[in-house]
């Protein structure tokens, strides 16, 4: 028998999905909800009969009703790569303003601790590097990648808003790029894109001259993150992700190498705003969570590729 609830807001999605297979490991009964807009059943198929796990299909920016106790809801609705906020720019904008304030009213109204699912991209196309908590960022507020950055500040605004105000138990993890299966292999991000690319002996598309740099987590280390914030006492920002960083030119080199595709790189303009550096400071992290990803890159990708192999149409 479970102790505690934990609700999942983007619950269908990469991230969500992997969240609820933790919080079911760790005990605690998992309620789902999502719109399905960017997540896919798919994701959570092999949960359906989980006696501790339901799904509500519910678009988070409406006003939400759940009967019973709620422990925890861990928010992370939203379109979360550069290709879908691009499509979907009010969408993003909704989920991470209306969104989290729906999310915020109902966790007041249950005494929950909340948990919300923040990015990089609060540091925009950052000028201190490593990030730490305490930069503030360079964002261009109107841009393309504008409505996802700004939707996610404002999500961190209200969120201190509510801890400050109505002394709400809130926790903000900044999450870093981060990869691993049940990524969608056209959400255009630069890991799906390549070994989509390299599986099906396509050219594979640099963009700019791909001196940019990543810095790329694999999912198992995230959630064990995330996991560690929800039970920590920090309500401060917290980053999460894997500190080893490369360039996306080298980066799409190792999927060739470790694909064994015959593909040759070729390069396309750089998409605008797009961040030369990135890479997390975890030292917060280490200190009050006792946390650091354990996974290499070369073992990760392996994973993830094999997962595409088996699963995507390529
Ligand atoms: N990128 C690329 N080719 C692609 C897709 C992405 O060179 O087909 C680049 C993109 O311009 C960025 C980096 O890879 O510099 C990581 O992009 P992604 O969309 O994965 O995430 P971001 O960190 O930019 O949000």
Redesign the pocket.
């Known amino acids: 028998m479970y102790k505690y609830t934990a609700v999942v807001t983007g619950g269908a999605g990469f991230l969500g999905s992997h969240l609820c297979d933790k919080l079911l490991a760790e005990g605690l009964r998992v309620i789902c909800v999502d719109n399905l807009l960017t997540g896919n059943v798919n994701n959570i198929a092999h949960l359906a009969g989980n006696e501790n796990f339901s799904f509500m299909k519910h678009d988070i920016t409406n006003y939400i009703f759940i009967p019973g106790r709620i422990d925890y809801i861990l928010h992370f609705a939203s379109p979360a ?3 879908d906020y691009l499509k979907l720019p009010i969408q993003t904008l909704k989920v991470g303003s209306l969104g989290t304030h729906k999310v915020l009213g109902l966790a007041k109204e249950k005494k929950a601790r909340v948990l919300i699912a923040s990015t ?2 609060v540091y925009g196309d950052p000028t201190v590097h490593p990030q730490t908590e305490d930069y503030w960022g360079n964002v261009n507020p109107i841009g393309p ?1 504008g409505v996802y950055d700004e939707a996610k500040r404002f999500g961190e605004a209200i969120t201190m808003a509510y801890h400050r105000y109505h002394g709400l138990e809130t926790r903000i993890v900044r999450i870093f ?1 981060t990869y691993g299966p049940r990524m969608r292999l056209d959400d ?4 799906p ?2 070994v989509g ?1 390299a599986l099906r002996g396509e050219d ?5 001259d ?1 001196s ?1 740099t ?1 810095s790329f987590c694999y999912v198992s280390d995230l959630v064990d993150g995330i996991y560690k914030l929800l039970l920590s006492n920090e309500s401060d920002p917290v980053n999460i992700g894997n500190p080893d960083e490369i360039t ?1 030119k080298e ?2 080199e190792e999927v060739i190498r470790i694909t064994g595709t015959k593909s040759k790189i070729i390069y ?1 303009d ?2 605008e705003d ?2 030369k550096v ?1 890479q997390p400071n975890i030292e917060k992290a280490r200190r009050i969570l006792g946390w650091e990803p354990k996974v290499n890159r070369a073992d990760g990708l392996k994973i993830t590729i094999d997962f595409f192999k088996k699963t995507a149409v390529i």
């Open positions: 790569s550069p290709i990089s991209e990648r790029n255009g991000r630069a890991l894109a390549f690319q594979i598309t640099v963009f700019g791909g940019q990543r996306i980066f799409a396309k750089l998409p797009d961040p990135r």
